[in-house]
Every structure is written in C-alpha cells, then in structure tokens.
Nanobody, 128 residues
Framework: QVQLVESGGGSVQAGGSLRLSCVVS????????MAWFRQAPGKEREGVAG????????YSADSVQGRFTISQDYMKRTLYLQMNTLKPEETAMYYC?????????????????????WGQGTQVTVSS
C-alpha cells in the first residue's frame, strides 16, 4: 500500500518561497504520474504540477509556470515542489498524489479523479 507524507508547508509573506516534500513509501515509486494539488476553502482541488517518475517529464499549471518547480529524488522516493514568489491567493492545503502504475501524466496530470492515493496535505498560508 502506497503512503504519501507531505511536509514543508508554513506561513510566508507574499513574494516568499517554500519547498514542499512528499515521501513515498510502501510500493513502487517508478512508472507513475505523481502530482501536487492544492485546495483553498470553498474551492475545487486544483492541479499545480505533475511529474512522470520514470522519465522525469514535468507538467505545470499556467498560473505557476516560472515560479513553481516540481522535482524528485528517485532514490529517496521523494517528490518536491519549490514555490517562489508566492501570492496570497495561493493560500491553500497542498496535497501530494500518486496515480496508478504504468499510467503516464499526459492529458490527465491535473485531473484529481485520476489519482487514487493522496497524502494528508500540508497547509501553505501566504499573507499580504
């Protein structure tokens, strides 16, 4: 059984940076699409960035391109999200998610229904 444990959230001022981590345990890390989502109160869960673990190919939402970077340490089975120039409207709970084995990220990395395994989330609060 795959387990995801996120860390790295916190409170920062607008323009600040945070680095989120997601440690994957319990099953195969490779050959999956992994992604970061976020959800603010009263809003739908939104895809932020994704990565196909085997190839390292990355995907990101238009709203975060140039500011957020998804990466991984394959040997440590850890996913990262480096977030720079944070904005107050990006205050949300951030979740790490794992897709099924052998399923790539193409065309679906930002669809939460594709991901069956989720972490508990880490809160990011950006003050103005």
């Amino acid at each position: 059984q795959v387990q995801l444990v996120e860390s790295g959230g916190g409170s920062v001022q607008a323009g600040g940076s945070l680095r989120l981590s997601c440690v994957v345990s319990g099953h195969t890390y490779g050959r999956r699409c992994m992604a970061w989502f976020r959800q603010a109160p009263g809003k739908e869960r939104e895809g932020v960035a994704g990565i196909y673990t085997t190839s390292g190919r990355t995907y990101s939402a238009d709203s975060v391109q140039g500011r957020f970077t998804i990466s991984q340490d394959y040997m440590k089975r850890t996913l990262y999200l480096q977030m720079n120039t944070l904005k107050p409207e990006e205050t949300a709970m951030y979740y790490c998610a794992a897709g099924p084995l052998e399923a790539t990220c193409d065309g679906r990395w930002d669809n939460p229904d594709v991901f069956g395994i989720w972490g508990q989330g880490t809160q990011v609060t950006v003050s103005s």
